[in-house]
């Protein structure tokens, strides 16, 4: 069974308590720790910025699309790129970077992986570049290793994904979408080319950069022999455009967004022991709809965990995937999978149960538009950019400090001051005021639970005091 649970507004726990009559108050209702996001900004002046990667505390490397990565320094951009790549991309507004992410040991050999549409042809190139031994603010343009690329010819343009990245086991993994251009209205990949496993498109390949030349092939891929006709390197069939997805680096559960034709957007779990090849549908099936009726009856595919309309409900749509939080400083946003939509700018936070159940909240409040990456700092906190807005946020939720406020002075219940969390109570907060604080509320607030210390007072106009 699926539930969704929505943030809503919890009754005021202290509202005008003049009008009651009394001056007493309970601990009342209290949501579930149910993460309530908030966005605060790194920095903005980013050009289109498409995938961001921590590199270390407060450092961050992020890709655009006129071919540039750059270097973020506790909130600071970098004058220098990182990495220019403008002479080698096809299309500066496009078609430039789609992808970045680091080697699990960049601190020591400084490896950046790319993905990016090479001019001319606008082929897929997959490849390696490395810091410079003399500057780590920067990378170095010649030290390009190509692992391999995968044309795109169609002129109008096709389903790439962008995403690379790697696994809980070491090893590199890289989708592509299925080269369709996937027009409104339009048959979506209608030669079948994800569900081909001797093609390219719509898949998830696996590769092994810490063996062989240029690499190697892990010898438990699916095709691992080279003798029998299916490309190696391929590890997952059946998508139309993957753009973002993450492994839970706590769990190595595998996470996938892909996003829809004019049907339907899909999110796909798969579980860290799921075995190879598994086949996610598309374009037999757009989310759990048959689509396509020329593919082969009985084939297994793997289902999506949820899915939601697009472009035929009325209302624009483009999943982006995100991660599941594994930081330190919000202990609400522990193990809840955050993503959102692209076009709609909305934000979900989503809890999984061992039974495929899960929980889900959509974020109510105001959030950035066009949320295109979400990206994992070093410490497993998570970041979003905004590709409108060039702009790079931590996701935040209202918790911040200590989980009981307590009050350290005296002063009003809205000033940051009077609490030792440097913050105003909210719904989700445990509050203590400490014998000898006197505290003034006049308006109304609330809280999850409150302890009162002190001696309460009425005042004039409607106010309290403890
Ligand atoms: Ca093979
Ligand atoms: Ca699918």
Redesign the pocket.
């Given at each position: 069974m699926l539930y969704t649970t929505h943030v809503h507004s919890p009754r005021p726990l202290i509202t005008r308590l003049a009008y009651l009559g009394i001056c007493l108050l309970l601990a009342g209702e209290s949501l579930a720790q149910t993460p309530q996001l908030q966005l605060a900004l790194v920095t903005t002046g980013l050009i289109r910025p498409t995938d961001v990667a921590g590199i270390g505390p407060g450092e961050f490397l992020v890709g655009q699309t006129d071919g540039k990565i750059r270097l973020i320094r506790q909130g600071t951009i970098l004058t220098t790129p990182f990495l220019d790549l403008t002479d080698l991309i096809s299309d500066p507004t496009y078609e430039g970077i789609f992808g970045i992410t680091i080697h699990p040991d960049y601190t020591s050999n400084g490896f950046i992986y790319v993905h990016y549409a090479r001019k001319n042809d606008r082929s897929s190139v997959f490849a390696r570049f490395t810091r410079k031994s003399t500057n780590p603010d920067q990378a170095d343009l010649t030290s390009q290793l190509i692992y391999f690329t995968v044309p795109y010819t169609n002129p109008l343009g096709g389903h790439r994904s962008g995403r690379i990245g790697f696994g809980p086991d070491g090893y590199l993994y890289m989708t592509t979408g299925d080269s369709s251009p996937g027009a409104r209205d339009s048959i979506g990949d209608p030669d079948r080319l994800a569900q081909d496993i001797y093609g390219p498109y719509g898949k998830l390949f696996r590769i092994d950069v810490n063996q062989g030349s240029p690499y190697a092939i892990p010898p438990d891929n699916p095709y691992a022999d080279p003798n029998d006709g299916v490309p190696d390197e391929l590890y997952a069939l059946?998508?139309r455009n993957p753009w973002r997805w993450s492994f839970d680096r706590q769990t190595g559960d595998f996470w996938m967004a892909?996003v829809g034709q004019d049907g339907w957007e899909?999110l796909?779990f798969t579980a860290a022991n799921a075995p190879a090849l598994q086949n996610?549908?598309?374009p037999c099936?757009e989310?759990n709809h048959p689509y396509n009726p020329c593919c082969t009856p009985g084939t297994a595919f793997h289902m999506?965990l949820l899915e939601y309309e697009g472009y035929s409900s009325g209302i624009r749509a483009s999943i982006t995937g995100g991660f599941v939080y594994r930081g330190n400083t919000y202990p609400d946003l522990k193990g809840w999978y955050v993503y959102g939509d692209f076009e709609r700018g909305t934000y979900w936070t989503l809890k999984r149960a061992a039974d495929n159940t899960y929980q889900q909240i959509q974020q109510s409040i105001a959030l950035i538009t066009s949320p295109v990456s979400f990206g994992e700092g070093t410490d497993g906190e998570l970041y979003v950019l905004s590709f409108n807005e060039g702009a790079l946020y931590q996701i935040i939720t209202q918790f911040v400090g200590p989980q009981t406020i307590a009050s350290i002075q005296s002063g009003n219940w809205l000033s940051p001051a009077t609490w030792n969390c440097q913050c105003v109570p909210g719904t989700s907060d445990e509050v203590t005021i400490s014998t000898g604080h006197t505290i003034l509320v006049d308006q109304s607030v609330s809280v999850k639970k409150l302890v009162l210390g002190g001696k309460l007072s009425c005042l004039d106009g409607g106010r309290v005091s403890f």
């Open positions: 059946g998508m892909d899909e796909n996610y549908g598309w099936f989310g999506p």
